[in-house]
């Protein structure tokens, strides 16, 4: 029998036990139709700049939940572990490294850039990785997959190639999110959308002729010098008889019309808007509409440009224009503030809420610029994505995201998946210089996109006109684009592999609310675009941790908690519990250091009871009391079978249907309060009964059989541990492979279950009175009297008197009625009576419930004083109002108790 220490140290098992998994191959899926159900789960790959965080954390304990479940339950489990090349973070954070050797990317140049990321990758990027395995996650690592694997890359220059010939993408002008830090366009889903204070600045734009002026608003005033119209409401009464007019653009003194179109709002200011085409999504919008042009006034620094509008206003004498040339954007808009108010243009400025857009990874606010990118049209491809989650064949759990998904598919935008970037898959396009070499720079570089040759190589002449003098576009693909096939290309497509056939459809994707956009409906659109399938049956979208105050975690505001910190400290497992035992159908939950103080106690608990039993095994032919199994003698056994049973089918249900919280609190109560706190404490006589002992320790070894299977997929290193020295067989020799209980309902026994009920509320009401009298725990006291309700419950009770005895420690049980002064608690099924002669100083009771109601009465006074306050109930919140209730209710009852104690005390 193999030995366990007395204290559990998780140090001492966790990565051994791990490593031992690793060596047996248990994680590893066989790749081969050997008649096993199978069950696959793809992970959402961390971005290779990521270290493990509570998030992350949360995410891969259920991962791993489930693949342990389903292994236990004989599935042929297939786990692909991975990580995202993550472009923008992964470039800023090598970019960084570079600044401080006082260097650029444009120093080293393309090729030597990416060989540093490349360095850099090979030695940071898989650290993440092996803080899951830290975290005891089971994936089969030989599948481990990067997004910029060979073989990753030729099937996303696939899906590019694929889609650009039937059709789905265009170059074209749009205006776009731009990033000046990062120099890239950003996707909608790829910024942080706050709303902060600002000002709304009213301009005055006067008539070509003199005749007044119309005054607009705008948050943006810099972005006047690219104004071209005004535009009013056709249906706007104020405006009749002007539309057509012309205006004079302050401080550029540019010739602009007043149009009419329907997108101003008359309801809103003075119902006038200033259109700027090339610097809002709403402006470009209605200068199609209106053929406008398109003059761009900003760098792709986010600086201000005026030497193009110079040109074609043939306005290189504006002293403005050539003022606010190379002036950073809000620089720029100070000045031009202050110019309008010199020339009488400025009518009023207001604070105003303004909403901000700021990208993701390095939160500068967003500039919409025109800007030639690529998009993918996505109405078409969307269509069947809509269609299976309205027919049921993807699951939303919880539910109300499927609303959320629809919502966003049905009103969804075309999608630009052009970046500005080195790191990343380059786009597979190229440009011929011979046939318009209008498009090219002097040095070579592209100034327009046209007539690209799209193929997943090189190549070797224009296929127009023959030349050999090709440029390949410089951008990258947004990371989602390579994200998006991350289901079936680590299975191995385009190529027809056995995985794929085996293991596609997968069975469940585990995320974030967050991606739900960028990542979980783009892989459901690309899943059934080139596999005819849907990518996954479910998709689970877990809550976001937040920390004990309700606040987002955060390394930099401080309000983070480092899960690598509190593993050292407690465990894997028990951060693994702490998590999970939150984990159902939230949006969110508080995460505390104290829920894995908790949960490390709960391990002792489970360590130490295994100990107790293995003490009480010693010597016994364990084979022998394995195949004797479980044979209840009476109405306990039954009682702890029939609890054992319930519990089982508890934490079933609740993994079936993502209810992690529910399985595990199910787990708690049962180890705990039950095996632990009731059924071991009754067993311990029975095992000093020779004619006992050997039928309670078979019932004791299958029960903790059982157990350690139904906690092992969320505590899974200290139940291995365990198992190794009360369950492993020949034919089961490792836990994480061994079978998953089944409930078996015809052990379901209602009856011993009331009976025990009734026992344990005696023994409960015996224990609360020693309580009372400051009796201390296991003391032995000489008895208590128990007065049953009725005959039934007498003959129950008396079954059970040694057990009473036992549990409630007292040295005899009598029935019926003292004669000496006793104290008495009710219970449902009987009256206890504890004779309180040489146990209780009567007198100094007496005192000491006098003073306690007295302090009752004082507080009862005060809080009914406030809830007399007519100003106090209809002021304060509902919320306060009704806890103030509830503490006089718990007051008066806590008073009423102590009056009657005091009264059996008698004088």
């Known amino acids: 029998m193999y030995e366990l220490p007395k204290t559990y140290d998780p140090h001492q098992v966790e990565e051994r036990r791990y490593q031992w998994w690793l060596e047996r191959g248990d994680f590893e899926a066989t790749i081969a139709d050997d008649g096993r159900p199978r069950y696959c789960i793809t992970i959402p790959p961390p971005n290779i700049t990521g270290s493990l965080h509570m998030g992350h954390a949360l995410n891969n304990a259920i991962h791993d939940v489930l693949l342990r479940w389903k292994r236990m339950q004989g599935y042929n489990v297939l786990c692909v572990p991975g990580t995202d090349h993550a472009g923008i973070a992964t470039q800023n954070v090598v970019e960084r490294e570079l600044r401080k050797e006082g260097l650029t990317r444009h120093d080293l140049g393309r090729e030597k850039f990416l060989e540093r990321v490349w360095q850099w990758r090979e030695q940071y990027g898989n650290t993440i990785l092996m803080q899951f395995r830290k975290l005891g996650c089971s994936y089969d690592w030989r599948y481990t997959r990067f997004t910029l694997d060979p073989e990753y890359v030729d099937a996303v220059l696939e899906v590019f190639v694929r889609w650009w010939q039937d059709g789905h993408l265009y170059i074209g002008e749009r205006v776009i999110n731009w990033c000046p830090r990062c120099r890239t366009a950003l996707s909608d889903i790829e910024l942080e959308q706050s709303d902060e204070p600002g000002k709304l600045y009213h301009i005055r734009y006067p008539f070509e002729d003199g005749d007044g002026y119309v005054v607009v608003a705008t948050t943006r005033p810099e972005t006047m010098l690219g104004d071209v119209a005004v535009a009013v409401n056709p249906e706007d009464a104020r405006y009749q008889g002007l539309i057509g007019k012309h205006l004079r653009l302050p401080l550029v003194e540019r010739r602009i019309p007043l149009i009419a179109d329907p997108y101003p709002d008359p309801a809103f200011g003075t119902g006038a808007v200033k259109v700027t085409p090339a610097h809002d999504p709403n402006d470009f919008e209605i200068g199609q509409r209106h053929n406008l042009p398109r003059p761009v006034i900003m760098d792709l620094d986010g600086k201000i440009d005026t030497q193009a509008l110079r040109d074609s206003l043939n306005a290189h004498d504006n002293p403005y224009l050539q003022k606010y040339h190379g002036l950073d954007r809000y620089e720029a808009r100070q000045q031009i503030v202050h110019d309008l108010q010199e020339g009488g243009y400025l009518e009023k400025v207001e604070d105003y809420t303004v909403p901000l857009a700021r990208c993701e990874r390095c939160h500068t606010v967003i500039e919409p610029l025109l800007s030639e990118q690529w998009f993918c049209r996505m109405h078409e491809i969307a269509q069947p994505a809509i269609e299976v989650v309205k027919q049921g064949k993807i699951r939303f759990l919880p539910e109300?995201?499927?609303?959320?998904?629809?919502?966003?598919?049905?009103?969804?935008?075309?999608?630009?998946?052009?970046?500005?970037?080195?790191?990343?898959?380059?786009?597979?396009?190229?440009?011929?210089?011979?046939?318009?070499?209008?498009?090219?720079?002097?040095?070579?570089?592209?100034?327009?996109?046209?007539?690209?040759?799209?193929?997943?190589?090189?190549?070797?002449?224009?296929?127009?006109?023959?030349?050999?003098?090709?440029?390949?576009?410089?951008?990258?693909?947004?990371?989602?684009?390579?994200?998006?096939?991350?289901?079936?290309?680590?299975?191995?497509?385009?190529?027809?592999?056995?995985?794929?056939?085996?293991?596609?459809?997968?069975?469940?994707?585990?995320?974030?609310?967050?991606?739900?956009?960028?990542?979980?409906?783009?892989?459901?659109?690309?899943?059934?675009?080139?596999?005819?399938?849907?990518?996954?049956?479910?998709?689970?979208?877990?809550?976001?941790?937040?920390?004990?105050?309700?606040?987002?975690?955060?390394?930099?505001?401080?309000?983070?908690?480092?899960?690598?910190?509190?593993?050292?400290?407690?465990?894997?497992?028990?951060?693994?519990?702490?998590?999970?035992?939150?984990?159902?159908?939230?949006?969110?939950?508080?995460?505390?250091?104290?829920?894995?103080?908790?949960?490390?106690?709960?391990?002792?608990?489970?360590?130490?009871?295994?100990?107790?039993?293995?003490?009480?095994?010693?010597?016994?032919?364990?084979?022998?009391?394995?195949?004797?199994?479980?044979?209840?003698?009476?109405?306990?056994?039954?009682?702890?079978?029939?609890?054992?049973?319930?519990?089982?089918?508890?934490?079933?249900?609740?993994?079936?249907?993502?209810?992690?919280?529910?399985?595990?609190?199910?787990?708690?109560?049962?180890?705990?309060?039950?095996?632990?706190?009731?059924?071991?404490?009754?067993?311990?006589?029975?095992?000093?009964?020779?004619?006992?002992?050997?039928?309670?320790?078979?019932?004791?070894?299958?029960?903790?059989?059982?157990?350690?299977?139904?906690?092992?997929?969320?505590?899974?290193?200290?139940?291995?541990?365990?198992?190794?020295?009360?369950?492993?067989?020949?034919?089961?020799?490792?836990?994480?492979?061994?079978?998953?209980?089944?409930?078996?309902?015809?052990?379901?026994?209602?009856?011993?279950?009331?009976?025990?009920?009734?026992?344990?509320?005696?023994?409960?009401?015996?224990?609360?009175?020693?309580?009372?009298v400051k009796i201390t725990p296991g003391a032995q006291i000489p008895a208590v009297w128990v007065n049953p309700t009725d005959a039934e419950s007498a003959e129950r009770l008396q079954r059970h008197a040694a057990m009473i005895g036992h549990l409630a420690w007292c040295a005899e049980v009598h029935f019926g009625q003292p004669a000496e002064r006793a104290l008495m608690n009710p219970a449902s099924a009987a009256e206890v009576y504890l004779p309180i002669a040489g146990l209780v100083d009567v007198a100094r009771e007496r005192e000491r419930l006098q003073k306690e109601l007295a302090k009752l009465e004082a507080e009862i006074k005060q809080v009914q004083a406030r809830l007399r306050n007519p100003q106090f109930v209809e002021r304060a919140k509902p919320e306060v109002v009704q806890e103030t209730r509830q503490q006089e209710r718990d007051l008066l009852d806590k008073h009423s108790r102590l009056k009657a104690r005091l009264e059996q005390l008698g004088d």
Not at 623 to 652: F, I, K, Y
Request: glycine letters at 4%; aromatic letters at 12%; charged letters at 25%.
């Open 400 to 772: 109300r995201y499927k609303e959320m998904y629809l919502h966003w598919m049905e009103n969804i935008r075309d999608w630009c998946i052009s970046r500005q970037l080195w790191w990343g898959h380059q786009i597979p396009a190229w440009y011929c210089m011979d046939c318009h070499p209008e498009n090219f720079g002097e040095q070579g570089e592209i100034l327009k996109r046209e007539d690209p040759i799209v193929q997943k190589t090189a190549p070797e002449r224009c296929p127009r006109c023959g030349s050999t003098r090709l440029v390949r576009d410089p951008d990258v693909l947004d990371t989602w684009f390579s994200s998006a096939i991350w289901p079936h290309t680590v299975l191995g497509w385009p190529r027809d592999t056995e995985e794929l056939r085996l293991f596609y459809p997968t069975d469940v994707l585990i995320t974030a609310q967050e991606i739900l956009y960028l990542w979980v409906a783009r892989m459901i659109m690309t899943g059934l675009y080139f596999k005819g399938d849907i990518p996954f049956r479910d998709v689970y979208i877990h809550a976001t941790v937040l920390n004990k105050e309700g606040k987002r975690m955060s390394k930099s505001l401080g309000t983070g908690i480092d899960p690598l910190e509190l593993i050292d400290k407690y465990g894997a497992d028990a951060l693994r519990w702490s998590l999970l035992q939150q984990a159902g159908m939230q949006q969110s939950i508080r995460f505390y250091e104290e829920r894995v103080v908790s949960a490390r106690n709960f391990a002792n608990k489970v360590w130490n009871a295994t100990r107790f039993v293995l003490m009480h095994l010693e010597g016994a032919d364990l084979n022998a009391l394995r195949q004797q199994g479980a044979q209840p003698a009476d109405a306990l056994d039954r009682w702890v079978l029939s609890r054992l049973q319930r519990a089982t089918q508890a934490v079933h249900n609740a993994l079936a249907s993502y209810q992690f919280d529910d399985g595990a609190n199910a787990l708690y109560e049962f180890i705990w309060s039950e095996v632990c706190d009731w059924y071991i404490e009754a067993c311990k006589p029975r095992l000093q009964d020779p004619t006992r002992r050997e039928q309670t320790q078979a019932m004791l070894l299958y029960l903790f059989d059982q157990l350690l299977r139904l906690l092992h997929p969320y505590m899974p290193h200290i139940t291995e541990e365990l198992w190794q020295a009360i369950g492993a067989t020949e034919h089961e020799p490792a836990l994480i492979k061994a079978q998953f209980p089944v409930a078996n309902l015809a052990l379901i026994d209602e009856a011993a279950e009331a009976e025990i009920a009734q026992v344990f509320e005696v023994i409960r009401a015996i224990r609360n009175l020693r309580a009372e």
